[in-house]
């Protein structure tokens, strides 16, 4: 098991524009760093609760850096907890709108420039999938809300795409899981060919996820990504949940004659991929994806797998991909 040893400042001011003091600094090292949670309704029910918690759980184990397990959750970006905080986590899927009063977002605005990390999970979606299909394989925008959000923060800024050599994705852990990696027994299944194959080329290659970022003071202070959340919870026998099934492309012969004359009862949307090249994709009603043109001329279908060994592979890649959003942020 590896381990990692941070030392580290927070960067965090107080509201004289004092750096913190050390004891506030030491007592925060020694009861765990705090996740601070936004939450514009603390009663709302959340998609992923035990997401959080499991990550900092496992983050507790594999790391020699401490997490308190239970995340602080804020209604307000007044609250003035999160000044004294390094992360501030934002799932999108969870908040009833992004709307916020002038004061709170000049709070959000001092809170990154004095050295805050913002992370808007579900930050960014594609516009051809339907609201509960949406993730990793196709180029993705910012949610518009979020956008209105940072154009009244920061409208001399814009998100960009983090590249697939940025070191958000190698923080800690490198690459993809390996089969050793999630202790499947000798007598389960291990990753379809076809599917293993697609996730090492095209949907997660070197380890790496859609990711946009935004810097202040030269800084990455703020990263959002398709949902992560779906994939870091562990029920109370440490069983991962909820299941997570793959989405791949696949071809067959004669598919490229064949799918030029099928029929389908969505629409066709044009994406643009990481090479500037436009696939087209077509889809049912709901917006789930069928099949693609693809700039080669090629053509393949949409398959989805399920499975245990997906998922828990699915679950090793995303859990891998928090844990270096986090220390990340820790670092930097």
Known sequence: MRALVLIFCFGLFSESGQTMEAQEVDALRSSGIRIVTLMRNLNATRKYPDALPSLLKTMNEETSTRFDTD?????????????????????????????????????????MEQGGFVYLDAGIKASFLGADLGHSYAAWEERPEVNELFRQVYPEKSFLPLPRNHEIFRSFYKGLPKNRDLMIEANQKRLPETVLTF??????????????????????????????????GKDEFGSWIPPISFRIRESAENFDENLKLASFSGGTYEVTREDGLKDVIYSQLGQRPLWVKEPNGRWRIFKYYSGEEISNYAHAFYTRLGMNVFLYALLN
Do not use: H
């Open 199 to 232: 996730v090492e080329q095209e949907k997660w290659p070197q380890g790496t996820y859609s990711f946009v970022g935004m810097k202040v003071k030269g800084r990455l202070a703020c990263v959002a990504s398709p949902i992560c959340a779906m994939g870091w």
């Open 71 to 111: 995340p602080l959750f804020i209604s307000e970006l007044t609250d003035e907890r999160l000044m004294e905080n390094p992360i501030l986590y934002v799932n999108c899927d969870d908040q009833p709108n992004l709307e916020f009063p002038a004061e709170e977002l000049a709070a959000l605005r001092r809170y």
